[in-house]
């Protein structure tokens, strides 16, 4: 099958307006290319599309955004709604540059994408319990270490970027026996299995994409967790009442998400009605500088900042729900 591979190459700082803007036109699944190995990896892979000025300026400066769409009668359409996007991001006074968002298109095969990244996908630990191990990888020693086999496949999540991996680290230090758990924007699934794997008694998966809903239930089945535990929608929250009608029949001690500022913004109201007295509210996605939206989002739907953990130029919040 082909898929048009979509990259807009930006700054640190513009990172997650682009992913917002991706967001905005129903392209979730987002690949954040980073570092100038990466990115000059990534452009000799695709040289005959760019002169070598043209390289030379990408890998000095832009880190780069990449998402995939369907190669069909609506990818051109999809294309242009974006490039139509980013021209009235470029023109908006955000108080930070956002680079060039020059935009590369290439029509792949699945075969090429969909696999070549696992060669540098590797088992690594998170936190003092759990191992993340790549489903492929038949032999590894845990050393006592809960194992949580993922294969992502084309859904967001592997554990390995740091806003997934700073949110793993606080399930891995906050999930009990017998928590119910609520993950909003799930991806692969990889957090609330992650709190299923460390004693949860059950977990609900929310994600506007089918395709993590069907990611999302493999990579359970790969850790022996059935669908008596784990529940996984589809839908947005902010907008599907009888979605929310289906998540909202108990409170929460924990829910996560893991996406972009914008979005949790949004939803920290809901986040907070979800939650228990006393229950914690894990989320990242959130670039640097905007660090102080979200709090200020979070404070005024009623929780209170317990940490905020760095990583890079990336935050995660941990905040509770005020008695």
């Given at each position: 099958?082909?898929?048009?591979?979509?990259?807009?190459?930006?700054?640190?700082?513009?990172?997650?307006?682009?992913?917002?803007r991706f967001s905005m036109l129903g392209m979730e699944q987002l690949e954040i290319v980073q570092g100038r190995e990466e990115i000059a990896d990534f452009l000799q892979k695709s040289a005959k599309y760019w002169d070598f000025a043209d390289m030379d300026e990408l890998c000095a400066a832009e880190p780069c955004v990449k998402a995939y769409i369907d190669d069909d009668d609506a990818a051109d359409a999809a294309v242009a709604a974006l490039k139509a996007s980013?021209?009235?991001?470029?023109?908006?006074?955000?108080?930070f540059g956002v680079g060039s968002l020059n935009m590369l298109v290439q029509t792949v095969d699945d075969s090429v994408w969909l696999n070549a990244w696992k060669e540098a996908y590797k088992p690594f630990p998170v936190g003092k319990h759990l191992l993340v191990r790549p489903s492929w990888e038949d032999e590894y020693d845990a050393q006592g270490r809960r194992v949580l086999s993922l294969d992502p496949g084309m859904a967001f999540g592997t554990g390995s970027h740091p806003t997934t991996r700073m949110c793993l680290e606080?399930?891995?230090?906050?999930?009990?026996?017998?928590?119910?758990?609520?993950?909003?924007?799930?991806?692969?699934?990889i957090l609330s299995i992650a709190a299923l794997i460390l004693g949860a008694k059950d977990a609900i998966a929310v994600d506007i994409d089918p395709i993590a809903e069907t990611i999302a239930y493999e990579n359970a089945a790969l850790n022996g967790i059935g669908k008596d535990r784990y529940t996984v929608l589809t839908g947005d929250v902010l907008t599907d009442s009888a979605l929310r009608e289906k998540i909202e029949a108990k409170r929460y001690p924990i829910v996560t998400a893991n996406i972009v500022a914008s979005v949790i913004i949004a939803l920290a109201p809901y986040a907070a009605k979800l939650l228990e007295e006393g229950g914690k509210f894990i989320t990242s996605g959130i670039i640097d500088t905007r660090e102080d939206e979200v709090v200020a989002a979070l404070t005024a739907a009623g929780l209170s900042i317990l940490e905020i953990r760095r990583g890079g130029d990336w935050r995660a919040i941990l905040a509770e729900k005020r008695a």
């Open positions: 099958m082909k898929y048009k591979e979509i990259s807009v190459f930006t700054t640190e700082a513009g990172l997650d307006a682009v992913c917002a980013l021209a009235e991001l470029k023109g908006m006074a955000l108080g606080y399930i891995d230090e906050l999930v009990k026996e017998g928590d119910s758990v609520v993950d909003l924007g799930c991806g692969s699934g």
